[in-house]
C-alpha cells in the first residue's frame, strides 16, 4: 500500500530534550515536506527536500533540522524543543514539486 | 511575504445546497492550486488540483482559477454531511520549491 509514515504518533517531552520524528514513503518520491498545524494558523511550512541531500527552509525552520540520506526517510529533528514547537506535525511528500502532496497521519507533539 | 488567504467560516449550507468556497494569494508567480479537505483530527486528503485559468470538475466538485485576480474557487455541488470538514487552499510557490497554504475554511452541511 502507497502511503507515508509518521513516528512516534504522540509525543509527550520535556524543554530541550533532543528528539526525532521519523517520516517515511514508499513511493519512490522526490520531493518531501514538513508542516506543523496550529490552530487559526493552517499548515506552515518548515523544511522541504527536492531530492536526496537537498533541502530547504520553509515558512517557520526556527529550532528545527532536517536531514535526506535516503530518498525515502525525512526525519524532521528538534535539538532543543520549547513549549511553542508543540503542535500538530505532518510530514508528506509528491513525485515533484508541482504534483499532489500525500499527507503522513501526524504527530502531535507536546513540550513541557 | 507569501500569503493564501481564506474565509475561517465557519459557513453553513443545508444539505443538497452548494457550497462556494474561496481562496486569494499573493504570488503572481504561482503555478499550481490545490484544495485538501481535512476532517477533525485526520491528515489532509487531496480532493482537487488546477493548473489553468477556467474551471475544472470533478463529480461534484468544481474548482475554479483566476490567475489575473489571484483567486481559486471550489465549488461543491449537493452538498452532504459528510462534506463538513475543513478546506484548505494550498498554492504552489517560488517556482515551485515550496507550498503555502491557506489557514482553511470550515464547512457545516446541515441535515
Known amino acids: 500500500e502507497a502511503q507515508v509514515t509518521q513516528n512516534p504518533r504522540y509525543l509527550i517531552t520535556v524543554t530541550g530534550k533532543k528528539l526525532t520524528v521519523t517520516c517515511s514513503q514508499n513511493?519512490?518520491?522526490?520531493?518531501m515536506s514538513w508542516y506543523r498545524q496550529d490552530p487559526g494558523l493552517g499548515l506552515r511550512q518548515i523544511y522541504y527536500?527536492?531530492?536526496?541531500?537537498?533541502?530547504d527552509k520553509g515558512d517557520v525552520p526556527e529550532g528545527y533540522k532536517v536531514s535526506r540520506k535516503e530518498k525515502r526517510n525525512f526525519p524532521l529533528i528538534l535539538e532543543s524543543p520549547s513549549p511553542n514547537q508543540t503542535s500538530l506535525y505532518f510530514c508528506?511528500?509528491?513525485?515533484?514539486?508541482?504534483?499532489?502532496?500525500?499527507f503522513g497521519p501526524g504527530t502531535r507533539l507536546t513540550v513541557l | 511575504q507569501k500569503e493564501v488567504e481564506q474565509n475561517s467560516g465557519p459557513l453553513s449550507v443545508p444539505e443538497g445546497a452548494i457550497a462556494s468556497l474561496n481562496c486569494t494569494y499573493s504570488?503572481?508567480?504561482?503555478?499550481?492550486f490545490f484544495w485538501y479537505r481535512q476532517y477533525s483530527g485526520k491528515s489532509p486528503e487531496l480532493i482537487m488540483f488546477?493548473?489553468?485559468?477556467g474551471d475544472k470538475e470533478d463529480g461534484r466538485f468544481t474548482a475554479q482559477l483566476n490567475k489575473a485576480s489571484q483567486y481559486v474557487s471550489l465549488l461543491i455541488r449537493d452538498s452532504q454531511p459528510s462534506d463538513s470538514a475543513t478546506y484548505l487552499c494550498?498554492?504552489?510557490?517560488?517556482?515551485?520549491?515550496?507550498?503555502?497554504f491557506g489557514p482553511g475554511t470550515r464547512l457545516s452541511v446541515l441535515p
Open positions: 488546477i493548473y489553468s485559468n
Open positions: 527536500s527536492m531530492n536526496v541531500e537537498v533541502t
Open positions: 494550498a498554492v504552489n510557490m517560488n517556482y515551485g520549491q515550496n507550498f503555502v
Open positions: 504570488d503572481r508567480g504561482s503555478q499550481s
Open positions: 513511493m519512490n518520491h522526490e520531493y
Open positions: 508528506a511528500s509528491s513525485l515533484y514539486p508541482l504534483d499532489t502532496q500525500y
